[in-house]
């Protein structure tokens, strides 16, 4: 128990006044930057990266991190309310998060999302604390094959356990893999699927395709719908509040089955994205009430964002220990030890204690403080409901087109936001699945880099994927996850002749049709 | 001689119109625009940032300066906005020798002759590196063993930087080597630490903490002489320590990366004079020195003719392994 009594001199660092201030400062940042459209959390840290260059360190961490915790949850209210997803992470939450708010109670989606998305830090946290050097150990052992085999297990989670037709699912999985390959190829060094538009070399930025995706493609669905939002009621509700936190234990399996799923992915190079997706494809497979996943279901929305927090928070480990940053963010934080003279890698624990124990005791407490304070927040953002549709419409158009622009302060950005507003469009209507689409375009190009990179490697033999136990074992997962839904729908095809040969009456028949129908509405 | 001679007297004009603060002499008017063709945290983002941070900190102008990153495209998104934004003074590209090393490479639509040269501040050194526990001692040892096996080496992206070095060190030691692309330094130093990798031929910044945390060790440095000796990293070496490559009997005397600043195209002589004095005030201070010592760079500053035939060096030695790898755009 080394470990516990450095993490309590750890505490004895973050637990100062001035130490309590930057966190609270931090987090109200983070909050904000994670609300405001387009800014999210790296862009955030690195705007507040110059100002504690005079600072010592571990205040400097402190602060950086807190703004992330806020960032992370923030960043979840617009998902929740307006469809719109500031980070990749938060794609998943807007399955659940949104219908539930729309449907009249968005209290307690903010309130379930933001409790459920402590507890995934918590246990993020402690993983930290008890296992640093073991879970370093175990990111080392990540080779390019590995890592393909991590993308493999999160896009066979998703699409084996999707709720659209498969052939719908293929597609839309298709076209988000053609997006992610615009731009520079990492391995080749060429320039591709740019259709002679120079700007395009950069690629097609994740935020830029969510916003229209999601937020765009929304609105002209609601618009041509008369989108028109329950009654929210007007009282502030304070107890529902906290009747939301109040229920979360009684979805402990899934609260444990996310942590799990976020952790792995965190310590193991998935990132809090690939996490998300499948713990929420998961969820919807083994949660007694899966099928209604999609309408605004409790556990659709305790899934993605205990998970993605998890990630979030055990993902800053292999930044510390190994130096490879798991998101964004943490790759500014690294740039910002570099400029505070420390060196991210395994020596930091041992010749900067105070820094890293600092951290990650203030890891405890600034997730403490940010939960406290989001939850303070969640009558307000609620109340933004109540807006009428004629005020909130124009609103949402803006926020995506600021944020859009301020990607990368180019126009071309917007316009591209506002076609995939189109596309997002379209693909509601024809039931397409937009989520294996945005999957496929946040990690599809890393997924390519691995393959291939495994295939240098191995000089174009397969072999690869089963030369050790570690890779082996994924990859079956991979499979398994992937033909499950295959077998077992096998029983089912067994039994369809039979019930075809005792004769379905036309009624009946009318009966399922609108049934699939109604299913496949809810499929985002 | 007299297009040398006006070459000099432009060159010596520049130089002077810097040095003395004239009183006709451009001054922004608005916010600044520094341009970093990196993502947030990359060596390039770093020193926009460090640069940004002592201006504001000595009040080197009176003008507000934000970063921005355009790193997309292997930092072609930032390069393609400063050849878009001709003209216009308020904007700094931050980048390096991917200027006029990727237009060779692959079809982007810019080249460093679209933008404005303006110095090049620091050079980051490349080393070889291999795992802790490898069995080489030497950068003589690694190629009598690469000679019989097909070794893997990892560096930043493709045909860039890293792959050059590679291609270099094949032909000078004989040997073939399978280059395996990453996204960054950072990247290959992890997969070089877990065994994935038998090589690869990061800066020092890059490998410093995987220097010090015992997963990795420098074989040689790509360098006429041995780097400045600084502090120990490890209990017994400092990067003095690490013998050149041309000692060890890999015939490569030179390779460095320089850190460059750009104007976009078309700006006038006296707003090029502007920002290459101010670079030079921002070198002048003990920020710098503090920078580019925790950052493992040599400090160097490259403006006017000397930055030209940098590049057009650099530019040759490039061309000739790029034309024999096959790689040149038409």
Redesign the interface.
Known sequence: MDNFGELLHGFSIAITVPHLVLMVVGVLLGILVGVLPGLGA?NG??LL??LT?GMQPVSAIILLSSMYWGALFGGSVTSILFNIPGEPSSVATTFDGYPMARDGRPTTALATAFGSAAFGALVGVILITFLASWVAQV??????AEYFAVYFLAFASFVGMGGAAPSKTLVALAIGFAIAAI?????????RLTMGV??L???V?FVVAVMGLFGIGELLVAVEEEFHARAVSTKIEWREVFRAIGRLPRHSVALLRSAAIGCWMGITPGGPTAASFMSYGIARRFSRRGKYFGAGEVEGIISPETADHAAGTSALLPMLS????GS?TA?????GL??W?L??????FV?QKDFVWGLIASMYVGNIVAVALVLLTVPVFAALMRIPFVIIAPLIVIICVVGAYSV???YLDVVMMLGFGIVGYLFKKLFYPLAPLVLAIVIGDKAE?AFR?SM??S?GSLGIFFANKLVTCLIVAGITLLLLPLVLQLPRLWRKPASAATGTTAQEKAQETAQETAREKVII | MGRTSTFLLSAAAILLAGTMPALSAWQPQKPIEFVATAGPGGGTDNLARAVQNIITKHKLTEQPVVVVNKGGGSGAEGYVYGKASAGDPYKVIFGTSNAWQQPLVSKVAFNYTDLTPIAAMAQDEFLLWVKQDSPFKTAGDYLKAAASGEFKMGGAQSKDTDEVLTRMIEKAGHVKMTYIPFKSGAEAAVQLAGGHLDSHVNNPSESLGQWRGGTQRPLCVFSPKRLPQGAKITATEGWGDVPTCVEQGLDIKQYEQPRTVWLPGKVTPDQAAFYIDLMKKVQATPDWKDYIEKSSQIDTFLTGTEFDNFIKEDLERVRLVAGEQGWLVK
């Not at chain 1, 990111?139 to 390019?144: I, N, R, S």
């Not at chain 1, 190994?322 to 940053?325: A, H, R």
């Not at chain 1, 790759?331 to 740039?335: D, K």
């Not at chain 1, 060196?343 to 930091?348: C, F, H, K, Q, T």
């Open positions: 790296p840290v690195s990266l110059p260059f990111a080392l052992a990540f080779g390019p731009g520079i190829d990492t391995v080749s060094g060429s320039v120079d700007e070399v950069k690629g930025n190994l130096g490879i940053p964004a790759a500014v934080m690294m740039g570099m400029i003279g060196n991210p890698g395994p020596m930091l010749d990368s302060n180019s880099d990179q240098l490697m000089k």
